[in-house]
């Protein structure tokens, strides 16, 4: 496994030194104290590199990317695989706000919480079906203007009685489907978005991503399964079809 | 000094410390985690204040001034003399620094008002805050940009680590620390525009635009406030010195009118916390902050971090022992604080108060 | 055939070859344009007020109603108006009359202000998905609240807070009485009102009982005439107002004509039937700014102390008179503005007294803050408001609601013709006749007015969604959103308001 320290150093610095490395062919690469660097991993292309990043990588991380994947051992920040294309990020701690922003491929696991707006305006296109998991809590307006793709909220280690999803869910859905482990309150969703029971098709899709998400994570399948999901779809392609007059 | 130019826009980084202990902490953390967040400021001002600076002179204000001239430090020392008890006069102690060529004259006095001034019920804070309203108001080229006591502000125009170089911050203590990084758009930055920015010992970095800013510009100036920077995180100082020193308000409901809880969410509580929230988003909506914002606000007690009520601006919060850290980013805590003991983000509009034990 | 020597303004026309002599306009022109000539429809044309009715209800579009050529010679300084009302007063004596708000082109400051929006620095925020509020409080407001904890940490008011009209959205109906327009145009508001969460405002005609199930959403009015006041009547509503004044005709007052009050209408006004109802200009209990507190608490102790709103004109001096208002004790100023309109109101009063809601407004609100004690009271803004974006200029000059009442007369089906004093009006609006007025179904127009109220919501949304903002509060009084185009010096500095580039 390729090494670079990156303690101190500027993300610039950093990601040209990792692009480097991932031009020279390695394709096992360890980013070691890594501490708020911005956009590690934006815009690399190749499927085959695998980056371990040791600390907390800054905001932006894998945006754009198409291809490779990441592991973070720590917590990380904001806007994670922000208009991502391909790919995966794994991250083994919490995660900020608006993550998987445009998304339109790859994979993001989450073990910990996430923040507000996670999966805003994720969107599938031809074959490609991006897709989200965190494994703790989320804040407001998960799944805001979701457009395609799978969003999967787990609520692992949420206080009891507490609420699992913050307010709006799916506010602006119009695409994809949304899971959550757990009762979900209609109140609290958005207008667009209708609550179901998955069907058996749903959860064998659903199951093949979390044995993945738990394989990558060192999560029991069977106690991640053992609550029962609903699913939230939107109920209109064109929610606000009735809003404009000519 | 021209204070009456547009309203001043910026983006910006934000870290607060506090030891609830009152173990007093060394600027050199504050500046480390400051520094690493550069990126979210550009270059145009950066500042810090601290609490628990000035121990042995803890029961007078401690006054930072910043003079365009020796003239408006003539003018202000005059209208000094004439109206309060100076027990010390200073300079601030800088120290050269490569990107500051130019910088304003510093000085700092500690001082108590006359007690003759204080006339009509007139406590010794109202008189101060008149005192700083008029003299950044009237009195051409000085500016009075830290008035509160045992606690003090250092800020320019450079990125963090030069003005905390320039300000020697690393030779201060503290046991409350807050700092801001700043990214202005319209301004080619004034040393007065930076932040934290104060009133008395209310301290504000604050990060985002608030929308607002109109009507709660307005607003406070019915309350006699002189809104005189045409900056949001004025708005922020007048706002919690009229609601908590003024109205009385504690600090977790002076959060519920900066971050009005939404209509939708009142109507889910019981009928009386829905008449008081009722109440005082009927008597104080035109001192909601409306847009995106984090902020930071150290007060004598303690340290308050805040976000809108639809979280349009990060805030991190972590803990180690004693110590409480918020920050835009957490990384920025865990340049000082590798290995926190939680570290969370608080939801929409949930203030996070800390309060030093007595 | 012309009984004038003032050419009609109008000319009704009926293309033969398409008349499928149905005999429809007959039957709807409620001022007899239209007869029957035995093989084809006769046309009276000086009768026409080109309200359109003919033409929307002739099945074969046989109808065109054109503006009148051959008037007078076309004078940029003797308009037609100048020289028609000349030759009506001098072959009558008389003062020549009109409905409507004044139609003179005076500037429209409205027009000159321009909205903020963000860019970058402050995200805009999407009114679809997100959170708006809307919602406004209307009332008297302490200064500063007390509030305690309970011990299981909740809030506690311990301020006994004064009483408030709630508004789902910052919208009014302008005051409207019964006899100026029909009771299923009344009704019409009313509907409306329940359904959007907001007020109507019965005017001064008194309240009829079919309005009772609406009484939730009804403001009461007082005037000079008294109409239909009692202590049954001041309290059936949500709150009283007093009305004082009429931007349309400031210092004048009403005039009610016998032919206007039918059974229905005498009744709700307590009054006998074919009698001129006559409200005077001055309400004779106030002479002075005392005797409006004297009249204001009067009514505050027959309703146990509901909100008061004062209604008045916005005059020369308007801010001082309101900040007399406020102290007097209203919770509501009701500012009707130069343009506002009328049932009926001499032309020389509608188009030369008063002055714009713009001015009067920023004047009103800068007066009170100067004071400290804008919060003492909530203002309306009322006199032209045609739009969505008209309310959210009003809202950031000061105002706390707006009222509309053309807006909302035009949904019935008013083309704002001016006609409204003949009591003729064929859509049923301004009319007492029961054939016309049948014609105005409550149901169907209050689901348009509703439909209105819900479009100007949405946009009042998007506006506060690109300002950045999601409450309206956050709008109302914050000039600094508001830019001035081809503004004098005076006039921004008046509205308190930059010039666009600055």
Redesign the interface.
Known sequence: MYEIDAKGIYYRKLNEMLREAVARGEKEILLKNVNGQYYIGDGIRQGDVKITIDGVPGNDLAAFMDGPTILVKDNAQDNIGNTMNAGKVVVEGHAGDVLGYGMRGGKLFVKGDVGYRIGIHMKGYKRQVPVIIAGGTAGDFFGEYMAGGILVLLGLGAENGKPIVGDYLGSGMHGGAIFVRGEVDETRCGKEVGIMEPDEEDMKLLKSYLKEYCEDLGLDLEEVMKRPFKKLIPVSLRPYGNLYCY | MNHNYEKDISGCGLIGIINKKKQRLGGEFVKKSLCLMNDRGNGLGAGFAAYGLYPELSDHYALHVMYDDPTSQRDFEEFLKENYDVEKIEEIPTKPVPSITISPLLMRYFVKPHKKMLVGGMTEDDFVVRTVMQVNSEIAGAYVFSSGKNMGVFKGVSNPREIADFFRIEEYEGYIWTGHTRFPTNTPGWWGGAHPFTLLDWSIVHNGEISSYGINKRYLEMYGYKLTLLTDTEVVAYTLDLLIRKHGLDISTACKVLAAPFWKDVERMDEGEKDAMTALRMTYGSALLNGPFSLLFGHRKGLVGINDRIKLRPLVVATKGDVVFMSSEESSIREICPKPDRAWAPRAGEPVIVELED | MFNSLAPPEYLATIDTDKCIRCKRCIQNCGWSTYSWGGDRVLIETTKCVKCLRCYHYCPVEAIDILDNATRFKSNANWSYMNIRNIKRQAETGGMPITGMGSDLPYPVLFDHLLLDA?Q????S??P????M?L?T?LGK???????E??PDG????K?E?PP?LKLELPFTFSPMSFGSISLNAQKVLAMAAKECGIVMNTGEGGLHEDLLPYKDHIMVQVASGRFGVNPDYLNAGVACEIKIGQGAKPGIGGHLPGEKIPLQVAKTRMIPVGTDALSPAPQHDIYSIEDLRQLIYAIKEATNYKPVSIKIATVHNVAPIVSGIVRAGADIVYLDGFRGGTGAAPNIIRDHLGIPIEHALAAVDDRL?QE?I??EASIIAAGGIRSSADAAKAIALGADAVAMGTAALVTMGCTVCGKCYTGNCSWGITTQRPELTVRLDPEIFAERLINLIR?WS?ELQEILGA?????I?????????LRGVGLDEQTLDILGVKPAG?
């Open positions: 963000c970058v620095t402050n995200p925020i999407d679809l998905r997100e959170p509020e919602r409080y407001k302490p200064s500063k609240l007390e509030v904890k309970t909740k809030l506690k008011l301020t807070m408030q803050r400290g804008r919060n479009a949405h300002l950045g903002v999601n409450a509060e956050s709008l109302r009084g914050s000039r600094e959103r600055r």
